[in-house]
């Protein structure tokens, strides 16, 4: 059976990131009643990370000291939350720059797949299909299947590597014999099922 991050999309990975933190008292908005939780007028970290973007999350100044001391998952929460709040390119430039410190860490493959799709997408950063693929690939060394669906796209597309279909499609044939819903979709619309 598959879990709900195998059948997610890449544009729902960041929100459950941000979900999870929100659960487990990382992001707090309100208190009971709607009633904002205390927070200082003037906090120089809002400041410093987007100029108050991320005003609604009351324990910001938390969630950037353990992005600071080095906890890859608020880098990552920090960073894709910069960059889904940014109004300029400086401020998405930031937000990848957190996402790129969570991709330090050899093991934290989410941070590398959305590195990777930062670098694939322009996001943030200028395109690079060569350094997307470089990110893909330390995801998928963990067994990361939307870092493997991607590369699957990548061969077949050109980017980042030599044209490949047909390892591109072996790539999505193994991950449909996994029950990967998105690569058995694929292999239909390329009529290689």
Not at 42 to 50: A, F, H, N, P, T
Not at 108 to 117: D, E, F, G, S
Not at 121 to 129: A, C, F, I, L, M
Not at 150 to 161: D, F, K, P, S, T
Request: charged share 30%.
């Amino acid at each position: 059976m598959k879990t709900i991050v195998e059948k997610s999309c890449a544009s729902v990975l960041p929100l459950f990131i941000l979900c999870g933190l929100i659960l487990l008292g990382g992001c707090k908005k309100e208190q009971a009643g709607g009633v904002p939780q205390a927070e200082s007028a003037k906090s120089d970290v809002k400041e410093q990370i987007g100029g108050g973007r991320l005003a609604g999350i009351s324990n910001l100044d938390e969630i950037y000291r353990e992005a600071e001391e080095g906890d890859a998952a608020c880098q990552l929460a920090l960073g894709d939350a910069l960059l889904n709040t940014a109004t300029t390119e400086s401020e998405k430039a930031e937000g990848v720059e957190w996402i790129r410190k969570a991709a330090e860490d050899e093991y934290y493959t989410p941070a590398h797949y959305l590195l990777a799709m930062c670098y694939l997408e322009g996001n943030g950063v200028e395109r690079d299909d060569a350094e997307g693929m470089k990110w893909l690939q330390k995801g998928a060394k963990d067994g990361h299947y939307l870092s493997r669906y991607q590369i699957a796209l990548c061969y077949i597309e050109g980017r980042g590597v030599e044209q490949n279909r047909d390892a591109g499609i072996e790539i999505l044939r193994k991950l449909a014999d996994k029950g990967f819903e998105d690569a058995e979709v694929k292999l239909a619309e390329l009529g290689a099922e």
